[in-house]
C-alpha cells in the first residue's frame, strides 16, 4: 500500500505533531541504565524531527495547502474527541479497578484505531498501517502484562514511540518538491505546477498525552 505524496504543509504538520508525541511516548517508560540513556537520545531525536516540522510548515508556501473542507473538518473533530475520550475513560475506569499498569496499552490501542478513519480524511492510507502496527505493540504490551512481569509501559511506551517517530521522518522523506505537481497515482511532477486538488490537509492528530509512571 502507497500512500499519495503529502504537501509540504502536511507532511510539515505531521512530523511536527508525531514527533512532539514520540517523545513524550519515550518519557512513559521507566527504565534503568543504560536503556535510560537510549531512551532520552531516542526523545532528543523525535524533538528535533518535530522542530525540522515545524520548520518546513513555516516555510511552506500558502497555495501549498488546498482549500479546507468542511465536511472533513467535522469528521476530524469526531475522531479526536472520540479519541480522547475513550482514552481518558478507559484510563479512568482501570484506574478505579485498579489495573492502571494497563493504561498505556489501553492508550495505545485508541492512539491505533484513531489512526484508521483519520486516513481517508488526510488522504494518507499509510496511516492505516501506523494505526494496525499500533494496535499490535498494544496487543503485545497486554500479553507481556499478563504473562510475565516485564512493564507493560516499557514495551507498550518503546514501540509506540518508535512507530510514530518513523511515520514522522516518513512524511518528511516523502514530502512534495516545492514547484512539484502530484498526479491521481501519487507520482511528482518536478516540472508542473502545485496541483489545487491535492491531499486535503488538516494537520495529523496526536496521540493523548501519556505521562504515566509506574
Known amino acids: 500500500m502507497t500512500g499519495r505524496t503529502p504537501s509540504r504543509r502536511q507532511a510539515g504538520l505531521t512530523a511536527l505533531y508525531l514527533g512532539v508525541f514520540a517523545t513524550l511516548w519515550f518519557s512513559v517508560p521507566k527504565a534503568d541504565p543504560p536503556l535510560d540513556t537510549v531512551l532520552v537520545v531516542a526523545s532528543v531525536v523525535a524533538l528535533l524531527t518535530a522542530v525540522a516540522g515545524g520548520v518546513v510548515t513555516a516555510r511552506a508556501r500558502v497555495g501549498d495547502a488546498p482549500p479546507r473542507d468542511r465536511v472533513a473538518d467535522r469528521r476530524y473533530l469526531l475522531i479526536v474527541v472520540a479519541e480522547f475520550a475513550a482514552a481518558g475513560l478507559g484510563a479512568a475506569l482501570l484506574g478505579l479497578v485498579g489495573w492502571s499498569a494497563f493504561i498505556p496499552a ?59 517517530l518513523v511515520h514522522a521522518l516518513t512524511a518528511l522523506l516523502r514530502r512534495r518538491p516545492p514547484n512539484g505537481r502530484v498526479d491521481p497515482n501519487g507520482r511528482v511532477d518536478p516540472n508542473g505546477p502545485v496541483d489545487p486538488n491535492g491531499p486535503v490537509d488538516h494537520g495529523v492528530v496526536a496521540p493523548p498525552k501519556a505521562r504515566i509512571r509506574h
Open 106 to 164: 489501553l492508550v495505545s490501542a485508541v492512539v491505533g484505531l484513531h489512526f484508521l478513519p483519520l486516513a481517508p480524511v488526510l488522504g494518507d492510507p499509510l496511516l492505516r498501517l501506523l494505526g494496525l502496527a499500533v494496535c499490535l505493540v498494544a496487543l503485545a504490551g497486554l500479553v507481556v502484562g499478563l504473562a510475565s512481569s516485564e512493564s507493560v509501559a516499557l514495551v507498550v511506551g518503546i514501540g509506540t514511540a518508535l512507530l510514530l
